[in-house]
């Protein structure tokens, strides 16, 4: 089993830091505004889940499924960002009971907030609702938002993620139309939904079918995140399709050509940044190649999120930290850069 649950560039960063540089980040306000619920469940809490797990369904995988899958995430070794979305079988099976999902939730949460000064002043978690026969859709969502409100509205919020293998309109599923509908009816019962997110596998999808469907959640004033451009496989035709639907923030936003640059700019969108996860899946070479770099020369808002700090071995005070530290580790940005993009970060979010 590993033995510490950072690893790579971003621990580097974090070790290379003097007492002083570590407590101005520790103590920075910032918002954690791209992490991926079931991407950020410690590998022991999974393991204490799996203790208790029995297969809910004969497709489901058996135990030595699970333990295969626990020692892989436990290793994680990712060559693309391609192999990625396999690894979440054995998180999902983990945590098909309302008591499983809550638990995950609590710790996810508590990893973020409750640290001594806390990885971040506000969180908003992200998840893609899932609907099983242990836990139907409405049970789903009702554990995540009870963890999520047992903090007040200014500490912790939530984003329902639209997954571009999603069927569109059928409501009988679980869909764009469906995920969207139940959002808009959470936030008007006054649940702590601020926002959709479009995530899930790059290349999948028809995202020319998103539009009403955007539309309406913002209408009902809720706020969008898409990830997007994330490889090079990515047509043009579709990111700049993405940015007409008007989000207010994108993911990742790595292959923006010219055009899509320029509309990002001046319309304000802000991009999350996730370093160590884009190194990681290596859709970005080097941090030095990273386009952070064209944002902060142009002024632009930026948040600087950990995305899934299972498999990339992160916490938002690493991330931080390759921020700080100087080349080749971090970046080598002032202090003064540093306090500017935790502000952008706050001024961002949803709540
Ligand atoms: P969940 O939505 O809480 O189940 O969190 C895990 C899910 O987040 C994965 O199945 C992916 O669909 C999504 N996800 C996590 N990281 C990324 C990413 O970098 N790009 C696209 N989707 C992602
Ligand atoms: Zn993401």
Redo the contacts with the bound molecule.
């Keep these: 089993m590993s033995s510490s649950s950072l690893a790579g560039l971003a621990a580097l960063a974090l070790s290379s830091l003097t007492e002083s540089q570590l407590s101005f980040i520790q103590n920075l306000p910032k918002a954690e505004l791209h992490a991926?619920?079931?991407?950020?469940i410690p590998i022991s809490i999974l393991r204490q889940l799996a203790e208790s797990y029995h297969p809910p369904s004969p497709s489901a995988p058996d135990i030595s499924e699970i333990q295969n899958g626990l020692e892989t995430l436990d290793n994680f070794n990712l060559d693309s960002?391609h192999e990625?979305?396999g690894a979440?079988r054995t998180?999902?099976a983990l945590?098909s009971t309302r008591e499983a999902l809550a638990t995950a939730t609590r710790t996810v949460l508590s990893q973020f907030l409750e640290g001594h000064p806390p990885e971040c002043t506000y969180l908003e978690?992200?998840?893609?609702?899932?609907h099983t026969s242990t836990l139907p859709l409405h049970e789903y969502l009702d554990a995540v938002l009870s963890e999520v409100e047992r903090y007040p509205p200014d500490r912790a919020a939530l984003i329902l993620?639209l997954?571009?293998?999603m069927p569109i309109a059928d409501r009988s599923v679980i869909s764009v139309g469906k995920i969207i509908g139940e959002a808009i009816r959470l936030k008007n019962e006054g649940r702590r939904v601020v926002g959709i997110?479009l995530?899930?596998?790059?290349l999948a999808g028809d995202m020319t079918l998103l539009e009403p469907y955007i539309a309406n959640a913002k209408a009902a004033g809720l706020r969008i995140t898409l990830?997007i451009a994330?490889t090079t496989q990515n047509p043009p035709k579709e990111t700049l399709q993405l940015l007409a639907y008007g989000p207010h923030r994108l993911?990742?936003a790595t292959f923006l050509d010219e055009e899509a640059k320029e509309k990002v700019i001046k319309e304000g969108m802000a991009i999350e940044i996730?370093l160590s996860?884009n190194l990681i899946?290596k859709t970005v070479p080097r941090l030095s190649a990273h386009h952070i770099s064209y944002y902060l020369e142009r002024n632009h808002p930026i948040a600087i999120c950990t995305?899934?700090t299972l498999?990339f071995r992160n916490s938002l005070t690493a991330e931080y930290a390759l921020l700080l530290a100087p080349p080749p580790i971090g970046l080598g940005l002032t202090e003064a850069q540093v306090e500017r993009i935790a502000k952008n970060s706050l001024e961002v979010a949803f709540n």
């Design positions: 991926h619920l079931n991407g950020c960002i990625f979305f979440f998180i999902y945590i978690l992200r998840t893609t609702p899932k993620s997954d571009r293998r997110d995530c899930g596998d790059p990830h994330e993911g990742h996730c996860s899946c995305d899934d498999p």
